[in-house]
């Protein structure tokens, strides 16, 4: 399918009624949106203990807040945590914990740590978000065994699941893939691999991020098939500087795959990558992130068979603004074998939990992923990879917190562990930069990301 007849098809489809073939759920079922469901198909009420109700998530910025780009003022400055979770009580909470973080754990047991705080439900979304769900929810499918996914725009897709939906687990997928993460943003940061013995050497990125899928100033009918694009350009250290990598990532990926290119400073030459997806090492990650790894997990998810397994209840990172404080700096934060859990926020949300399994036939380093999915972002918060011999071998954690000038929860910096080599990688970090993700600036729109625009930026 080009993108003329991806084009044409949503145009027709969107000819139908909502309870045409193309209908997600009924229009009873999204009405749950409205009323037991959050906007975005979280559960709107709490545990009657330690989980409170959704009462609208954190949308307005607190006193200290004056500019976009600036580092976040932490609104919750007087929470001490509840109690903290170590080796020696980790088995007590185990019907809380993944098995990565038991495994951290046993790793690492004299000082990963997991401090619990109280539970904040700030995840928001603007309004026109909430409004894009509901219509979703009774409109998006997906195709070509799920590589694809039709007729959605603006918001969550599948906001209501039903567990015995054998899609459950690829809808689930691609809700995170295209969840809500703002329209355009400009950040400077960096990312550090660090060894068994503490050492790092970061590298400096500057990233601009369109979420096409997002524009409000397009219909579906003219998405264009694309998802969002991807700038990077490399700063530091010197020896790669000027690199710079572009992608297009697309929604129907099984006919029309992610397009990327290079720029290699060096030759002062843009090549395609066409191997820049599923398990293509990156190169500054120094082997520890590949590139579905990214995000937790971007991408065709064409390579694993996917299960929705049910949620639950997790203490998981969440609100790390201080984190992410300019008062620190990476030596701060970065230690042998984790971060400073000193620094880090968990609370306990529910999650859903997704796990894939590789098919038959296909190349992957992982036999098999599960995904724990924050219900009220649908964002992939912990990620737990076995190799092939079905052995535990990495465990990703990202330390989200709400963007309030938006507003929009994602990650404040994600971090990758591979148990066996006992080093880790940290990506988007950005406390010893002038400040955090930038959303105010305009989107400069799909003529901006050109490979014409990766020679020219990779060269500045």
Known sequence: MNKKKWVAAVALALMFSVSSVYAAVSVQQAERLKEDLTPVGGERGGNGKDIPPWRGGLSLPPLGYTKAGQYHVDPFPED?????????????????????????????????????????????????????????????????????????????????????????????????????????????????????????????????VEFNYYRQDRTIEELNNILFYYLSVTKAPARLAGGAILVHDTLNQADEPRQAWGYNAGQRRVRRAPTLSYDTPIAAADGLRYADDTDMFNGAPDRFEWKLLGKKEMYIPYNNYRLSSNKLSYKNILRPGHINPEYTRYEKHRVWIVEATQKDGVRHVYSKRRFYLDEDTWGIVLADQYDNQGDLWRVSMAYIKTYYELPVTWSALDVFHDLKARRYHVQGMSNEELGEIDYSISPPGERYFTPAELRRRGRR
């Open 80 to 208: 001490k945590p509840l109690f903290t979770i170590d080796a020696k009580n980790a088995a007590q909470y185990r019907a809380y914990l993944s098995d990565g973080q038991m495994a951290m754990f046993n790793t690492y047991p004299n000082t990963f740590k997991i401090p619990v705080y109280k539970t904040r439900r700030t995840a928001a979304a603007p309004s026109w978000v909430y409004e894009n769900t509901y219509k979703n929810a009774v409109r998006s499918e997906l195709a070509n065994n799920g590589s694809s996914l039709l007729y959605a725009y603006g918001g969550i897709p599948f906001p209501v699941i039903d567990l015995d939906d054998k899609e459950a687990g690829l809808k689930a997928i691609w809700n995170h893939i295209t969840r809500w993460r703002g329209i355009y943003l400009q950040f400077r940061a960096s990312e550090v691999a660090v060894q068994v013995n503490g050492d790092y050497f970061p590298t400096t990125v500057q990233l601009e």
